[in-house]
């Protein structure tokens, strides 16, 4: 006796709208006792992939994540952002990466270097306040991350008292501080207390600079007036090359801990740093 296949068994084939169906078509015959005629069924076999659903909605992605911006320099941590923007602000004959032009009398004056003992001294005075001043606030800490900056080496205060208490026993007169190391001092302090980021940018570039084209003007103007004597104020303990290379540890750490707008306003606050600073250096042609 034959037997017909259970239709709870096949049922599936046809509940199921979203399987897809193709030819060739397959015809099953049946023969069984209970009917005289032969039975014979035509299906269409199924193709087990999925038709899309009705009412299924496909979600796509509109806009690609934007990749995060990088700064020139910040792979390398945050001193080589100020670098590379300070370098910027020099002129091509100072740097490579120089993009300054020179359009000013009196840095054109500065290109052709005619300096001038009287002025050397006030740079030099003036130059003292600013560094007595840095190394008070670092001392005082307004900020707790000031402190790391103690004692790094670095330091010009001392040196500079040596080197002024030698030119006044060779019979010259030491000035008292001018208006330009007067008001940077002012302005260090102020930054200090309400600014850190602004504060910590003007630090870098004065310590730094002094380390690279400070240590040019010391050798010219020691050939130019002092018959190449070397003042202690070009002068440092230990391998220059280790001492900026911690102070330069110690400032990326501190940045670690800055937003980005934090480090860009830092970094906006450069061109302030080198015009005081400049301003100071011209004392030298006075």
């Known amino acids: 006796m034959a037997s017909l296949t259970p239709i709870?068994?096949?049922r599936f084939l046809f509940n199921k709208p979203h399987l897809k169906f193709?030819?060739?078509?397959?015809?099953?015959?049946?023969?069984?006792s209970f009917v005289s005629k032969r039975l014979c069924f035509q299906l269409k076999a199924p193709v087990f992939g999925r038709m899309p659903l009705k009412n299924t909605a496909v979600v796509a992605a509109t806009t690609a994540e934007k990749p995060k911006k990088r700064y020139p320099g910040e792979a390398k941590g945050f001193v080589e952002e100020m670098r590379f923007v300070a370098m910027k602000l020099h002129t091509r004959e100072q740097a490579k990466e120089?993009?300054?032009?020179?359009?000013?009398?009196?840095?054109?004056?500065?290109?052709k270097w005619v300096p001038s003992i009287d002025?050397?001294?006030?740079?030099?005075?003036?130059?003292?306040?600013?560094?007595?001043t840095l190394?008070?606030?670092?001392?005082?800490?307004?900020?707790?991350?000031?402190?790391?900056?103690r004692n790094t080496g670095l330091e010009r205060s001392e040196?500079?008292?040596?080197?002024l208490e030698w030119f006044k026993e060779q019979g010259y007169t030491i000035p008292k501080p001018s208006s330009p190391g007067v008001t940077y001092s002012q302005?260090?302090?102020?930054?200090?207390?309400?600014d850190p980021q602004a504060f910590i940018c003007h630090f870098y570039n004065i310590y730094f600079a002094h380390s690279a084209g400070g240590q040019m003007i010391?050798?010219?103007?020691?050939?130019?007036?002092?018959?190449?004597?070397?003042?202690?104020?070009?002068?440092?303990?230990?391998?220059?090359?280790?001492?900026?290379?911690?102070?330069?540890?110690?400032?990326?750490?501190?940045?670690?801990?800055?937003?980005?707008?934090?480090?860009?306003?830092?970094?906006?606050?450069?061109?302030?740093?080198?015009?005081?600073?400049?301003?100071?250096?011209?004392?030298?042609?006075?």
């Open 135 to 149: 190394e008070e606030i670092v001392e005082k800490a307004s900020f707790p991350f000031y402190a790391e900056f």
């Open 159 to 163: 040196k500079l008292a040596k080197d």
């Open 22 to 32: 193709s030819s060739p078509r397959t015809e099953t015959c049946f023969q069984s």
């Open 218 to 286: 010391g050798r010219k103007v020691a050939a130019q007036l002092l018959n190449k004597k070397e003042l202690e104020f070009y002068k440092w303990d230990g391998d220059l090359s280790q001492l900026l290379q911690n102070v330069r540890d110690k400032l990326n750490k501190v940045a670690e801990g800055w937003t980005r707008e934090e480090k860009d306003h830092c970094l906006e606050e450069t061109e302030k740093s080198f015009k005081h600073s400049g301003e100071i250096l011209r004392l030298i042609l006075s």
């Open 187 to 194: 302005i260090l302090q102020e930054l200090s207390e309400k």
């Open 98 to 111: 120089g993009e300054k032009e020179v359009k000013e009398r009196e840095e054109e004056a500065v290109r």
């Open 119 to 132: 002025g050397y001294l006030k740079f030099l005075v003036d130059s003292k306040l600013v560094y007595d």
């Open 8 to 10: 709870s068994q096949t």
